[in-house]
């Protein structure tokens, strides 16, 4: 298995700023690396709270840092931060949460994981492999329509109808199964090459999407994340396209505004005031990062601190 190289490490750690004795999230275990950066800046005292989906990731995670007792690694989506924080915390304040959106490496090259298509394997996608649908499934069942939406909103690829209709006519002969089968099928059916882009790249990225509901966990997994924060702590998100980051930002900006009702007035009533602030600018890969890690070329860093009410006077 091909290892995983963290993205913006760096950036992400100094947003975090861990103090020696603080307790963080890191709601994208992955492979660990974000992880053992925060624990390198912690004390005895200090402790990490890690969540993933995949349970090969936690698998090997427990694995890795077997005998750290500083760690400890939970099977669950960032969804669910408010309940394995509530489970597992143990009182302790959450100081900064960590959420590196996306697909890993490691899920990407493993072929029998079916997020490539690069690599034939089976059709499947699913970041979490003990429930849920597969890729496969759903396009056995979806109607023409329900896939053109999820290929035009999800991949932004234009050609949705085109490649919609393609599958459909495909799948009445034979099952798609494989991801060499869709890649083929969806390669015949955009007429046009982007500049350096495989035509599958935008409808695979959809599927994926959307057999995970990413963006919806993303939507819950901000708000979890807000909630479990302790005022002063800082969320960091990473995240890969544009529809990740637009969500990050429209959260961030959102927590960090007033309530448009009362803006411009001389009293504005606690409910109506920032409840965050953001911290920086977003941040991007170096040039540098790009070239040790093609893959990191998409990444956009946004960090945001929760304000504490009781000092947050008009």
């Known amino acids: 298995m091909d290892e995983h190289i963290p993205v913006l490490v760096d950036e992400a750690l100094e947003l975090l700023s861990p103090s020696a004795g603080g307790f963080y999230v890191d709601a994208t275990f992955g492979r660990g690396g974000h992880t053992a950066r925060i624990l390198q800046a912690l004390g005895g005292e200090g402790g990490v709270l890690a969540l993933d989906r995949d349970p090969q990731a936690v698998d090997y995670g427990r694995a890795r840092f077997a005998g750290e ?3 400890e690694i939970v099977h669950a989506p960032f969804a669910d931060l408010r309940q394995v924080v509530r489970e597992h915390a143990r009182g302790r304040e959450v100081r900064g949460v960590l959420l590196d959106l996306g697909v890993s490496s490691p899920q990407l090259d493993e072929a029998g ?4 298509f690069a690599k034939d394997g089976p059709l499947d996608m699913r970041m979490d492999t003990t429930r849920g649908e597969s890729a496969a499934q759903w396009l056995a069942r979806a109607s023409v329509e329900e896939i053109r939406m999820v290929i035009a909103e999800l991949g932004e690829e234009r050609f949705s109808r085109r490649v919609a209709q393609a599958i459909d006519a495909y799948r009445r002969g034979t099952p798609i199964t494989r991801t060499a089968q869709l890649a083929a099928v969806i390669q015949k059916a955009v007429p046009t090459r982007e500049p350096g882009k495989n035509p599958a790249t935008r409808s695979f990225q959809a599927l994926r999407l959307h057999v995970n509901d990413e963006l919806g966990q993303l939507r819950e997994g901000l708000q979890a994340a807000f909630d479990v924060l302790a005022p002063g702590g ?9 529809l990740e980051d637009r969500i990050v930002k429209q959260f961030i900006r959102h927590k960090s505004s007033v309530d448009p009702v009362f803006a411009g007035l001389p009293f504005i009533p606690p409910a109506a005031r920032p409840v965050m602030r953001e911290v920086g600018r977003k941040r991007k890969p170096s040039a540098a990062e790009v070239a040790r890690n093609p893959r990191s070329r998409s990444a956009v860093l946004r960090a945001a601190e929760k304000l504490d009410p009781a000092g947050d006077a008009p």
Do not use: K, N, W
Not at 113 to 116: E, H, V
Not at 234 to 242: D, K, M, N, Q, T
């Open 234 to 242: 800082r969320l960091v998100a990473i995240s890969f396209h544009s």
């Open 69 to 71: 007792m500083r760690l």
């Open 113 to 116: 994981r079916g997020f490539s």
